[in-house]
């Protein structure tokens, strides 16, 4: 089982551009969620997609989009970025019911200049 | 909504000593409640877990963690620790049911084991 992979590792953007990150669900599962984590910080909840709909969402400006394929797989989009865009992007997936546990990715790391 | 308090923002403990992190939470209802560490450059990884029960839970690498509802709090335990357990430990809180479904995470613990 290869677990929850999202690519690339790391990325570097110009502020303004756009940027799309990839995530594979652990084998099994059916939702994905994304999250944002600051040099410093814990996680900050993104969106979550189930059955290729947004869930629920945090506190993120529309700048931050995402889908979610029919292979439960998911891309988080961001447009416009900024410098304080720079973070760690996390990938975790979980099944729907039960929730009680989250695997999560290695992460994308997003620099901004 | 929840939310997680880790009262220590980084423990420094020498090689085989027992190390507790401390984690308070709040919620009106009633809780999930998780323990995972990040390596560097990594993503996170479940420690352990509470969603009912014993209120001692085990985990993974000899840590164990305490659901003290009336003081709400989860700390996290290990009586001797390892060079290789230096690491950022996040507590999280989830809220057990009829909820979101959504971990809301503390700003983390660095946890820096020396020799």
């Known amino acids: 089982d290869a677990g929850v992979t999202q690519s690339p590792t790391h990325l570097i953007k110009t502020r303004g551009q756009q940027v799309t990150l990839r995530c594979s669900p652990k084998?099994?599962?059916?939702?994905v969620s994304w999250y944002q984590q600051a040099l410093g910080q814990g996680p900050q909840f993104i969106f979550q997609?189930?059955?290729?709909?947004?869930?629920q969402r945090g506190n993120f400006p529309d700048r931050f989009s995402g889908h979610q394929f029919p292979n439960y797989s998911s891309e988080l989009n961001v447009n416009a970025l900024l410098l304080g865009d720079s973070a760690l992007y996390l990938c975790?997936?979980?099944?729907?019911?039960?929730?009680?546990?989250?695997?999560f990715g290695q992460g994308t790391r997003l620099t901004v200049v | 909504a929840q939310s997680v308090t880790q009262l220590d923002s980084q423990v420094p403990v020498f090689e085989e000593a027992p190390v507790e992190l401390r984690c308070n939470y709040s919620?009106?209802?009633?809780?999930?409640l998780f323990w995972y560490v990040q390596y560097p450059n990594q993503g996170l990884q479940l420690l352990l877990k509470?969603?009912?029960?014993?209120?001692l839970v085990k985990g993974i690498n000899g840590f164990e963690a305490e659901f003290n509802k009336s003081q709400t709090s989860f700390h996290l335990r290990k009586p001797s620790v390892h060079i290789s357990d230096t690491a950022e430990y996040f507590c999280?809180?989830?809220?057990?049911?009829?909820?979101?479904?959504?971990?809301?995470f503390g700003r983390g613990t660095s946890l820096i084991v020396h020799p």
């Open positions: 999280a809180v989830m809220r057990g049911s009829g909820g979101s479904y959504i971990p809301t």
């Open positions: 997609y189930y059955e290729e709909e947004e869930r």
């Open positions: 919620s009106s209802v009633s809780v999930y």
């Open positions: 975790a997936s979980s099944l729907i019911q039960p929730n009680t546990e989250a695997f």
């Open positions: 509470y969603l009912s029960g014993s209120t």
């Open positions: 084998s099994g599962h059916d939702t």
